[in-house]
């Protein structure tokens, strides 16, 4: 019976442009990888004579790479195929049809595992090409390949079910995604960067490159008998995950489901820690996305107070500010220094006890900046398709609002909210870089600007993307892609120009010394030297400029695209978008 599931699932995942999208892009970027290495290697080799061939340099490298992208890819993509299995069920209606069919749980599940799992498998497939073309050079044997292959599919099957039973649990897809992603994006990264975090280090059966690392090369008849204890041990472990996984959502399903059948459109019970909400005022949108919906991307977070979250921000905020200052303590200052200053009050003896710690506040801010972002994108990409997913998005559209305050008031309820989970973060920080040195206070006070702007760009991203998606998890996608691949790309395409914009202040800062004598330039090295905080302040400011008016641009055209297509054109506030009619084509005169 698992096979008119299976049948349909793979009918569809055949006709979705996704799949073919993705294969592409990793198969382009593979090659990419192939021609930097090659680039690499013949740079290297004009530098030195004697430097390894690059046709060796390139299949090595190359080959552990790979390794890493594959098993990344499984943690990263997987999610994507499976989190809507069962919730695009939910979300069609759908699910309670297939339930009083024949079919039993585990007939829903299993099908639907191993046709989205098929599909990933077919991303990872890409590669082999590549893989078997360039793996001869660089001494991949027969064995090692047979390895690899079991190697990916042992980890591809427990994430699916992972992922399966995430669906289960959960109304939504963004909602599944949302649960897993603190796992599965740390152990990403932990596989792609691991030489850089950890040394490289890692002697665990969960990572594919400790199984694989006796099948590199020949082996002999030890080196055999550890690769069989390995790669048992790392069977033992996932194939025990994704069974208990897969077998606690076929237990689940279908309690679950009538669960939330049953509770869905109940009113929940106010609790007394939580705060009095404020009267509706002129903007009942932005009312609901700031007291009712807040920032929390979960139904479940939504029941803790803000005040808690607040405090929770502001004591890790406060904690990791700490962290930072006692890793950049002085030499021969010790604990019971720093708090006889702090108990005198003595501001120049306390930042006396700390050394320069502008790096660390800077890694701070970024990190601030991106957990900032990514929340608001979340909440943002799934305003409009979220209520579309409720089926109250054409209740709204009904109503007297105009589009302004739909769009607006939707992305300023959530920014709004934000706001406060920002100021809590900053209010520990900036006395606490101040501590760490002028230079760490005046760049954790930039960052603090630009994450306000970075919100405002995020969330008209995902405004923009929430209204033209007919999904919260593709309006997810397309909005963290446009948010920090397009923004990586701005950064690539203003690059020259950021370069001779920080040429121009580094200028102005030499005639300014020039004339006024500040000794800025003691000595002509100096120079190249100030040339970098420039560059760094102008990328900062020039950013700012581009994302501001891209937020812009985004914001109007999440407006244009319901007032064209989606709003009944008779409110007096619907902006009029005038396309320019066709020309129609002038008949010649046949010439005799």
């Known amino acids: 019976m698992i096979g008119p599931i299976l049948h349909q699932e793979m009918l569809l995942g055949s006709r979705r442009n996704k799949l073919y999208i993705f294969r592409w892009v990793y198969a382009g970027w593979l090659i990419v ?31 552990q790479v790979f390794v890493r992208q594959q098993l990344a890819l499984i943690f990263l993509a997987t999610p994507v195929f499976v989190a809507g299995a069962i919730t695009d069920e939910k979300t069609r209606g759908t699910l309670q049809y297939l339930m009083t069919t024949d079919l039993a749980s585990w007939h829903i599940l299993v099908g639907k595992l191993l046709a989205r799992v098929a ?49 289960v649990w959960t109304r939504k897809t963004l909602e599944a995604v949302i649960v897993l992603m603190p796992v599965l994006l740390p152990a990403s990264l932990a596989i792609l960067f691991s030489d850089l975090i950890i040394g490289g280090n890692y002697p665990t059966v969960l990572d594919g490159r400790y199984v694989l690392e006796p099948a590199w090369g020949r082996t002999d008849m030890a ?28 237990w689940r399903l279908r309690p ?3 669960r939330q059948l049953h509770t869905s459109g109940n009113k929940r019970k106010a609790h007394w820690w939580n705060v009095g909400r404020r009267a509706i005022g002129d903007s009942p949108v932005r009312w609901k996305e700031y007291y009712v919906e807040g920032l929390a991307p979960l139904p479940i977070l939504r029941q803790i107070p803000r ?11 406060l904690i990791a500010g700490l962290f930072v200052l006692w890793l950049n303590l002085a030499p021969r200052v010790g604990l019971r220094q720093v708090l006889e200053a702090v108990a005198r009050l003595d501001i120049l ?42 089926l109250t998005w054409e209740a709204l559209l009904l109503s007297p609002l105009s589009v302004k305050h739909l769009i607006r008031g939707k992305l300023w309820g959530i920014v709004s909210a934000t706001y406060f989970y920002v100021l809590a973060y900053a209010i520990p920080i900036v006395p606490l870089a101040a501590l760490g040195g002028i230079p760490a206070l005046l760049w954790t006070l930039l960052f603090l600007a630009v994450t306000f702007l970075g919100i ?13 998606a007919t999904t919260s998890w593709r309006s997810l996608l397309g909005t963290m892609g446009i948010g920090y691949l397009g923004g990586a790309l701005v950064f690539v395409v203003a690059f020259p120009f950021l370069a001779i914009v920080a040429v121009i202040m580094l200028f102005g800062i030499m005639a300014f010394d020039g004339i006024f004598h500040t000794n800025l330039f003691p000595s002509g090295a100096a120079v190249f030297t100030l040339f970098w905080p ?14 501001w008016g891209f937020s812009l641009f985004f914001l109007n055209d999440a407006q244009r695209w319901v007032a064209d297509r989606e709003r009944t054109r008779h409110w007096k506030e619907e902006p009029m978008v005038y396309r320019p009619r066709r020309r129609r084509p002038r008949l010649r005169s046949a010439s005799y």
Request: charged fraction near 10%.
């Open 33 to 63: 990888q192939i021609l930097w290495f090659a680039f690499v290697a013949l740079i290297s080799s004009i530098n030195n004579p004697d430097a390894e061939p690059v046709t060796a340099y390139v299949s090595s490298h190359f080959l």
């Open 307 to 317: 005040w808690l979250g607040l405090g929770f921000t502001f004591s890790i905020s």
């Open 534 to 547: 420039c560059f760094e302040i102008a990328t900062c400011i020039g950013l700012a400029l581009c994302f």
């Open 349 to 390: 003896s306390l930042q006396n006890c700390f050394s320069d710690a502008t790096f660390e506040f800077r890694v701070l801010s970024m990190t601030a900046l991106f957990l900032f972002t990514f929340f608001v994108g979340i909440r943002c990409s799934g305003s409009v398709s979220g209520e579309r997913e409720k």
């Open 256 to 258: 679950a489901y009538l």
């Open 119 to 167: 599909q990933v498998a077919l991303i990872g497939l890409a590669g082999l090409p590549l893989l078997c073309f360039i793996g001869v050079v660089g001494g991949l044997e027969p064995l090692t390949l047979v390895v690899l292959c079991l190697v990916t599919v042992m980890p591809l099957f427990a994430v699916g079910s992972a992922t399966l039973l995430a669906t």
């Open 456 to 468: 405002y760009f995020m969330g008209a991203v995902g405004m923009a993307r929430s209204v033209r």
């Open 223 to 250: 080196g055999l008998r550890e690769l069989g204890r390995r790669l048992f041990s790392a069977a033992l472990c996932w194939s025990g995950v994704g069974t208990a996984c897969l077998a606690l959502a076929i």
